[in-house]
């Protein structure tokens, strides 16, 4: 299976310029999708990557997902949040299935749990902080070559 890498600019309003980058793969033996994404990431790059991935001909709404954020900077506001909301409730090529998302920020721990409380009727998604936790919410074996990052966990 071919492995994307795609790097976009971030627009954000500090000094440094970092770029993001996004990492996915699609398993149809699985049924399953993994995203990672690292560095800050805003709006614009997680709607930018979002419709990158829908357009991947071996995406498929009914495929559960994990999405690993503890290697990246979540950038966004509230009202950032509410726009990505109603994006996803919108649009008919947004999963339908479950997702586990890997972080080990309180940041984005509490903007997961905002995002899950308004679009549970979308999909089912919990945040986890390590890998084995995600494949046990989604009931699958670790994925081999899923958690190859080499950094210590921290602390939530």
């Known amino acids: 299976m071919k492995n994307e890498q795609l790097s976009f600019p971030v627009v954000t309003t500090e000094q440094d310029d970092t770029d993001i980058t996004l990492f996915y793969d699609i398993f149809p033996e ?4 993994f995203q990672r994404y690292t560095g800050k990431f805003s709006l614009e790059d997680i709607l930018s990557s979002t419709q990158t991935l829908w357009a991947d001909p071996r995406y498929s709404v009914s ?14 506001t ?10 996803f409730s919108e649009q008919k090529s947004c999963s ?3 997702w586990a998302v890997i972080t080990n920020s309180t940041v984005g721990t509490a903007f997961i749990l905002l995002y899950k409380k308004a679009l549970a009727h979308k999909h089912s998604l919990e945040a986890f902080s390590t890998m ?10 670790s994925v081999p070559g899923l958690d190859t990052r080499k950094v210590p966990p921290k602390e939530l």
């Open 78 to 87: 509230t009202s950032d949040l509410q726009v990505l909301i109603k994006f």
């Open 63 to 76: 495929y559960n997902g994990i999405l690993d954020l503890r290697e990246s900077t979540l950038h966004i």
């Open 30 to 33: 699985k049924s399953l999708i």
């Open 132 to 141: 084995e936790g995600a494949c046990a919410f989604l009931n699958i074996d």
């Open 96 to 98: 339908h299935a479950k």
